[in-house]
């Protein structure tokens, strides 16, 4: 298994910073399974027999899995206050998702002896099976945050995302929600209210996709 991250972010201008993150897992799994003849001989008769464990003895079976994911994101963002009283937070940003699943599996009996161990050696039940994943997420989405002095908060969100797991015309969909928050405990009516350290009232709705 191995997995790598990068990330660098740069400073256009006092507020304004470009962010990029990529990473990927890679993982590779390889299984070889021999079934040997194990023969028993039983000291009231010394009659000899085949002892078999998980499976049929003299059998073999090689599985091999591969799956790479990979993941970038990067989102310019600006933040600044005007007035000191007037914050905005804007971010704007795109990601993907990628992943690529592959396995393979190959099954056979009737191998001749203990020493021959390789799947080619047998000669009965062959089996064999394979299958493949290709996915992929693309999301194109932005956020807007404004505060007033603290009090009054405002949040805007908006996603456009399209999923690899749809059939063709259906696979966008866009997503907002807004929120809306009252610093209560901000007011100056609230200011010789010893027993409260924080008061906040905040409503939201917003809608997200089900892949």
């Known amino acids: 298994k191995l997995t790598a991250n990068l990330s660098g972010e740069y400073e256009f201008i006092k507020g304004l910073k470009l962010k990029g993150t990529f990473g990927m897992e890679n993982y590779d799994n390889l299984i070889s399974v021999f079934r040997p003849k194990i023969d028993l001989v039983k000291p009231t008769d010394n009659s000899v027999y085949a002892l078999s464990v998980g ?9 091999y899995s591969t799956r790479r994911d990979i993941t970038f994101l ?3 963002n600006y933040k600044n206050t005007f007035a000191e ?30 020493e021959l161990q390789e799947i080619s050696a047998g000669s009965s039940n062959p089996q064999a099976s394979g299958a493949s994943v290709d996915f992929g997420l693309q999301s194109f989405f932005g956020r807007l945050n404004y505060d ?3 009090k009054y908060l405002f949040e805007a969100n908006l996603r456009y995302d399209g ?21 209560i405990s901000r007011e100056s009516f609230m200011q010789n ?18 892949q």
């Not at 499976?55 to 599985?63: D, I, K, T, V």
């Not at 009283?85 to 203990?114: I, M």
Request: aromatic share 14%; proline share 4%.
């Open 163 to 183: 999923s690899s797991n749809f059939g063709e015309g259906n696979k966008w969909g866009t997503f907002p929600s807004v929120s809306a928050g009252w610093n």
């Open 193 to 210: 209210v010893t027993f409260i350290d924080n008061l906040k009232l905040r409503a939201s709705w917003g809608e997200l996709g089900n």
């Open 85 to 114: 009283r007037h914050s905005f937070d804007v971010l704007a940003g795109f990601s993907q998702e990628t992943r690529k699943y592959k396995d393979v599996y190959g099954y056979k009996e009737g191998l001749p002896s203990n």
């Open 148 to 150: 007033f002095d603290g």
């Open 74 to 76: 990067t989102t310019l």
């Open 55 to 63: 499976g049929n003895p003299l059998s073999a079976s090689r599985s």
